[in-house]
């Protein structure tokens, strides 16, 4: 394997699976997963209106005592499933992007109203928007029920709509503020209090359907606050086409292409993003109208990108770049969620809207890497039967350090030394 290979692999992907085939032009081959349809498989998953009728139902018709919920049933094989993907996957840097996007457009199990629906909007609106336009994913995200719920958007109501006036209750600004901050501009916009209030009439009358026998979102002109409003000097129509004009709008603006550019480069080349990396990204964001396929082969063309590793791998990436190592069966349990959660990024559970932290200093304390060393340990325990020097070349190439190399060779056990690999510094990194 040489240097571009490993890059491709280990920048780019979740990490080499044992010995598969290496692509002949990473390059191409990166590409090439945009271009082509995404391979993930869902057997049996459940759309966001069937996860929304199992949740009505937990409650009215409660099952047997010691079986799970229905929710606690979808929830354990979405997580199953994502687990496996990507294990298993063959476009390992779609898959990175779809993990990428997820944390953008960050919510968690951490509010119950979102057990039963994170995998389906996973699926329904980020998985299918990862190489298309950014504002396609946006108005996905702020129509599905899952981000309407963890961002308590459900409960908006315009002060001088119908159920405003009767019920004298008023605007949740949650969600309009995290898309101005979090999702589609940042602060460095410039945008104001009064643009984020203006933003929370828009979205009033967004909400969730729970009434009739297919749930899932709905916009209530009765929620709804009446009359034209001003965003950052932009006029935006009443109703519903309010909002889709709006975030259409501001997923289109230099402000949004600059914020997104400095994220995605800072999440597959540096830290501290190269300010001429993210001045292309940018640039092709702008041209392109937020094409994120085109940003995406962008990135694959910066020279930034095929130098040495640069980025610590997050306690999900490394599980799952631990298990493709020594090339791990698909589970049929949530044992990939649970070693996440023991490392301290438990899937789908970010603690705060802006997601998980994409610096190494978040991960890189001595008691993080400590449980890092303890979980090679367990994984090389069920896996002891590949030779570590030969996983260690075929997942490492060129940055395996030789002296990496030579404690695993004088280890005293097998297990001892496929936990010196995956403990080495360089695995660690991508």
């Not at 504002?135 to 308590?152: G, I, N, R, T």
């Not at 995406?296 to 190592?325: F, G």
Request: proline share 9%; hydrophobic share 40%; glycine share 8%.
């Amino acid at each position: 394997m040489d240097a571009l290979q490993a890059q491709a692999l280990i920048r780019f992907g979740l990490g080499r699976r044992g010995n598969e085939p290496l692509p002949a032009d990473p390059a191409a081959w990166l590409k090439g997963q945009i271009t082509r349809p995404d391979p993930s498989e869902f057997p049996g998953a459940l759309s966001t209106t069937e996860c929304l009728t199992a949740w009505r139902l937990d409650s009215q018709q409660p099952l047997p005592p010691g079986q799970p919920s229905r929710v606690n049933s979808i929830l354990a094989q979405e997580k199953i499933q994502q687990c496996n993907n990507a294990l298993m996957s063959s476009a390992p840097f779609r898959e990175r992007l779809v993990w990428f996007w997820t944390n953008h457009f960050a919510v968690s199990l951490n509010r119950l109203e979102c057990l039963p629906v994170t995998g389906a909007f996973i699926r329904e609106a980020i998985r299918p928007h990862v190489t298309g336009k950014f504002s396609d994913m946006v108005l996905a995200v702020m129509q599905h029920p899952a981000m309407l719920m963890y961002l308590d958007n459900w409960g908006s109501i315009g002060p001088n709509s119908p159920v405003g006036l009767q019920s004298g209750k008023g605007l949740n600004e949650n969600l309009a503020r995290e898309c101005l901050e979090l999702h589609v501009l940042s602060p460095a916009s410039g945008y104001t209090q009064a643009d984020v209030t203006s933003m929370a009439r828009i979205l009033t009358g967004w909400t969730v359907n729970f009434g009739d026998q297919h749930p899932g979102f709905v916009f209530s002109p009765a929620l709804h606050e009446p009359g034209h409003k001003t965003v950052m000097g932009k006029v935006f129509p009443e109703g519903e086409e309010g909002g889709v004009e709006a975030l259409t709008y501001f997923a289109d603006q230099p402000a949004c292409h600059q914020f997104l550019a400095t994220k995605l480069v800072r999440h597959f080349v540096a830290d501290d993003p190269p300010a001429g990396a993210v001045a292309t990204i940018a640039g092709v964001l702008r041209d392109t109208h937020g094409d994120l396929a085109a940003a995406s082969v962008a990135l694959v063309d910066l020279p930034d990108c095929w130098t040495r590793l640069t980025k610590l791998r997050t306690p999900q990436e490394y599980v799952i770049a631990c298990a493709r190592a020594v090339e791990a069966e698909p589970v049929t349990t949530t044992l990939a969620a649970e070693l996440m959660d023991g490392l301290g990024q438990p899937l789908w559970t970010p603690p705060l809207p802006n997601g998980w932290a994409d610096r190494a200093e978040s991960w890189a304390g001595p008691e993080a890497l400590l449980r890092r060393a303890e979980l090679a340990n367990k994984i090389a325990g069920r896996h002891p039967d590949p030779d570590p020097a030969e996983v260690a070349d075929a997942c490492l190439g060129p940055f395996l350090r030789a002296e990496t190399l030579q404690a695993i060779k004088f280890a005293g056990s097998r297990r001892g030394a496929m936990t010196m690999l995956m403990a080495s510094p360089e695995f660690m990194r991508r």
